[in-house]
């Protein structure tokens, strides 16, 4: 028997193994996503008629806090940051306990005015039923792995509703520079199985093709590269609030739950100081921008205000919905300051502020497809891409791992978690701007 047909006998077996446990995993967490979608939707249709249900946030993340620090540790914060380090340090290894944990404390969170996301608890529960069902079938470390990056993927594309761009998010989200292709299959199979699961069992979706997006001229495309400078900022900005918040929580020594406490009553004042615009998920705002409604100019500021205390001080939810928020109302800030439209800056934005904050340009660029059509696609790739690069070495998923520079001009350690490589060194290139700056860079630090 020739080596030739093993090897083809072998990838046959394996595509076929891979394809039905990507399949049944798809099934398992797109239930699963339903159930949870649809209770987060009855919850919120009980709290939302009453005006002033936000008043309970200091019970909310209270409770969420009591929840998570007793029954399931793993389950604190967004979660996708936590899947991700169970990806990289325990092979996707999860507390069962998480699955019902994340639910309970998310929809608590949500309800009652939290402003977070719902695709972080998806990832979660998802990454944590395909644990579950890793265990049953004895996998080894890595098939394991293999198996729960497919339970991640899944549950971003039943959340998102964008089978292809959610499993894509999956994948893209472990690394930053690279991507696991052993896994590519199968995360495609069990974003696809889980989205359509979804779909039958009656969860809907935004999507909001554009009616119009001009022809390409250099002057347009001139713009669309400012406004991916201008997205990469903003995401810079909001994972430095992100950050100081956390820390400022960290430096506050009081039981966690108490934090809580501080944290929701900060939210309480904010909201009757400014607007309870940028509570909860806020969907309505970003379908109202993406329409062409008006909003406050600060509004992209004042979410990552909100969404930084709700995630910094107990609160359980995911960070991709206020990303999406930020970059849509972002994108409608700067179309207005120059006159541009804001329909498709705001489109632009939106998934812009998802490639730099998470460091996702091509998940991102596919989902401008899936979202808002294939005509505005080449240029919401190429503010993708700038505003990735903008945003630097940092992520609102610090667990990432290293596997490219940015720049050639900046030195990394490779194949280490953002939050393990502090020492980025700035490397001088002799006879060039990127060499001058980076001499005078490295002159102020001496100093």
Request: charged share 15%.
């Amino acid at each position: 028997m020739s080596k030739r047909f093993l090897e083809g006998s072998v990838l046959f077996v394996s595509i076929l193994k891979w394809s039905l446990l990507a399949a049944l995993v798809g099934v398992v967490v797109g239930c699963a996503t339903a159930i949870f979608l649809k209770l987060l939707d009855l919850s919120i249709s009980v709290t939302s008629p009453y005006r002033y249900y936000f008043f309970l946030l200091p019970v909310a993340l209270f409770l969420s806090t009591l929840l998570v620090q007793y029954l399931a540790p793993e389950a604190k914060g967004h979660g996708t940051e936590k899947v991700i380090e169970a990806i990289h340090k325990r092979f996707g290894r999860i507390n069962p306990a998480v699955v019902p944990v994340k639910l309970v404390a998310t929809i608590i969170t949500l309800a009652l005015g939290g402003a977070a996301g719902k695709e972080g608890p998806c990832a979660q529960i998802g990454a944590g039923l395909s644990s579950i069902i890793a265990s049953f079938l004895k996998f080894d470390n890595k098939d394991r792995r293999k198996l729960v990056i497919c339970g991640i993927s899944s549950g971003f594309a039943a959340v998102f509703g964008t089978p292809i761009a959610g499993a894509m998010f999956g994948l893209e989200v472990l690394f930053v520079g690279g991507v696991l292709y052993d896994v590519l299959l199968p995360s495609f199979i069990a974003g696809i199985v889980g989205y359509q699961i979804t779909t039958y069992l009656g969860i809907t979706y935004f999507h909001e093709p554009l009616r119009f997006v001009p022809m390409f001229s250099s002057f347009f495309f001139i713009k669309v590269c400012l406004s991916g400078l201008f997205f990469g900022f903003c995401s810079f900005l909001f994972i430095e609030i992100l950050r100081f918040f956390e820390h400022l929580s960290e430096r506050i020594r009081l039981w966690a739950p108490f934090k809580g406490l501080i944290g929701g009553a900060s939210l309480v004042l904010l909201s009757l100081i400014f607007s309870t615009t940028y509570l909860g998920l806020g969907l309505d705002t970003i379908k109202s921008v993406l329409e062409g409604g008006h909003i406050a100019r600060g509004a992209f500021l004042l979410k990552m205000l909100f969404t930084s205390i709700t995630l910094s001080f107990g609160g359980s939810g995911g960070i991709v919905t206020p990303i999406f928020f930020i970059g849509a109302t972002s994108g409608n800030f700067f179309a207005n300051i120059f006159g541009l439209d804001s329909t498709i800056f705001s489109a632009i934005g939106m998934v812009s502020l998802l490639a730099g904050a998470a460091n996702t340009p091509i998940s991102a660029s596919i989902m401008a497809i899936e979202l808002f059509g294939a005509s505005v696609a080449p240029y919401a790739a190429v503010s993708c891409v700038i505003s990735f690069l903008m945003t630097g070495h940092r992520s609102v998923y610090p667990s990432q791992v290293l596997t490219i520079s940015k720049s050639p001009s900046i030195k990394i350690q490779r194949f280490k978690g953002l939050d393990e490589s502090e020492d980025i060194f700035i490397r001088p290139r002799p006879k060039s701007i990127i060499g001058f700056v980076a001499k005078t860079i490295n002159k102020i630090k001496k100093k």
